[in-house]
């Protein structure tokens, strides 16, 4: 007989206790405080604080960090619908914990552009970067994305500038550097500024981006820069 399948699932158990707590915060604190109601007239005030201070960390942990700790292990298993529906829970967004809330606005940001929603992914950037992103490397992605749907949108003035943003600032890994400057370059193609696309797809080559998609777009334009005169 195999005795691991009648060991209890903790991870899974672990989850469940915490997507309850999460999901039913307010009618749990509502019960809290009817408790330490209950306990105060009928017992002693001594003991009956106890269920109303949890009660108002579960309030204040409702409103300032909302369902965020869950929306990731949503992504990770690839339930991009649960994820949306998590994140429309939350009501009031500017009440999120500041950092908590950059993270909110980038994460729908992420989704808007996934749905193609390139006006609504603008937005929720835009109101990250003012929340205040907490890593310089964040930054330096929210201004990428930025560059990136300007570009798309046809906006070579506000994507070259948001992409200079972005790799002045930093990026988390060669992969997002190599594309801001394959993107600087296509502007410059654009612009028939070959000289400066030269120096940008240069620079992207040199980061060695091991991203699959990345790799292919430099050997394209790999075979365009070659016929550039010059």
């Known amino acids: 007989m195999n005795t691991l ?4 699932n903790y991870s899974n158990m672990s989850m469940s206790i915490r997507r309850f707590l999460v999901f039913y915060r307010l009618p749990l604190a509502a019960a809290l405080i009817a408790l330490g109601f209950w306990v105060g007239f009928s017992v002693t005030w001594w003991i009956a604080w106890l269920p109303f201070l949890i009660a108002l960390i579960m309030i204040a942990a409702y409103f300032m960090v909302g369902p ?4 990731q292990g949503y992504i990770e298993a690839g339930d991009m619908d649960g994820a949306k529906k998590l994140m429309e829970s939350v009501k009031y967004p500017n009440l999120l914990y500041k950092p908590i809330r950059s993270s909110y606005y980038m994460l729908r940001a992420n989704l808007s552009t996934m749905d193609d929603n390139l ?5 929720d950037l835009r109101k990250g970067l003012a929340a205040g992103l907490p890593e310089k490397e964040f930054e330096g992605t929210a201004y990428l994305q930025l560059g990136s749907i300007a570009y798309k949108k046809g906006n070579t003035k ?3 500038e948001n992409l200079r943003k972005a790799v002045k600032i930093g990026l988390p890994d060669k992969d997002n550097e190599a594309t801001a400057y394959l993107q600087l370059s296509s502007i410059c193609i654009q612009r ?9 797809f240069n620079k ?5 981006a091991t991203n699959k998609q990345v790799v292919e777009q430099i050997a394209e334009m790999s075979k365009y820069i070659a016929r550039i005169p010059g």
């Open 119 to 123: 006006d609504k992914a603008e937005e």
């Open 204 to 208: 992207a080559k040199a980061c060695k």
């Open 158 to 160: 506000e994507a070259m």
């Open 192 to 200: 028939r500024d070959f000289k400066s696309a030269k120096i940008y």
């Open 5 to 8: 399948s009648l060991q209890p």
């Open 68 to 71: 965020m700790s869950l929306i």
